[in-house]
């Protein structure tokens, strides 16, 4: 089957604009999750999905961003009013339920704002 | 609270030779620990893990609970070794990971 997915690949946005990133993760993985990855900050966790339900959010920056995972699949990760700070790469990861398995990661989303 | 720390952010070694990735992490209870790695133009896949014992392409990393250390190994670098390495940390019972800040390996001719 095929891996994780993410769209759009790349999204260039003006600064104040919302933003919609997408993933698809593997079929069958429960347990869903978005980090990001920027020059300054490294890779860094944003949100974590089990089923629907966000048992830690601890990672978004600011309330910002927000997160929701519906039918236990599919995951759109939302930035209102964006701000240049907010550039990087979006990845997302899907795993089984467990703890500690492997994670598959999607290509990413690069998201330039200007 | 959790850190992983990778001291290099660069390293650059020549084909043969061998390859030691540093990675030093903080966790007060029995943390779970990875090595991730990203070649160029391809995803984040997972390398090897501390709960497996594998090794993989010829990479190992030993748990060192008192040195509170997981460095990845390898005796012989390889070109196809040329790539990003982030050493990657998960408490007890926790799904997330805690990246470092990532080494880029370079192996020369």
């Known amino acids: 089957g095929a891996g994780v997915s993410q769209s759009p690949s790349n999204k260039v946005t003006e600064k104040g604009k919302d933003v919609e990133l997408r993933c698809d993760p593997i079929s069958g993985h429960t347990a869903l999750y978005w980090y990001r990855q920027s020059l300054g900050q490294g890779l860094e966790f944003l949100i974590y999905f089990q089923g629907n339900s966000a048992p830690d959010k601890s990672g978004l920056p600011s309330d910002r961003f927000s997160a929701e995972r519906t039918g236990g699949s599919v995951s759109t990760l939302t930035i209102q009013r964006t701000q240049q700070e907010d550039s990087a790469v979006y990845l997302c990861?899907?795993?089984?339920?467990?703890?500690?398995?492997?994670?598959?990661f999607g290509p990413g989303t690069r998201l330039t704002v200007l | 609270a959790q850190r992983v720390t990778q001291p290099e952010k660069l390293l650059s070694v020549f084909k043969g030779a061998p390859v030691e990735l540093k990675c030093n992490y903080s966790y007060s209870g029995s943390p779970e620990l990875f090595w991730y790695v990203q070649y160029s133009r391809q995803r984040l896949q997972l390398l090897l893990r501390?709960?497996s014992r594998e090794s993989i392409k010829g990479f190992t990393a030993d748990l060192n609970k008192g040195e509170t250390s997981f460095h990845l190994k390898k005796p012989f670098a390889q070109e196809e070794d040329s790539a990003m390495y982030y050493c990657a940390l998960s408490g007890t019972n926790d799904y997330k990971l805690s990246f470092g800040a990532g080494t880029t390996v370079t192996v020369r001719a």
């Open positions: 990861a899907s795993s089984s339920g467990l703890p500690h398995n492997e994670q598959f």
């Open positions: 501390h709960i």
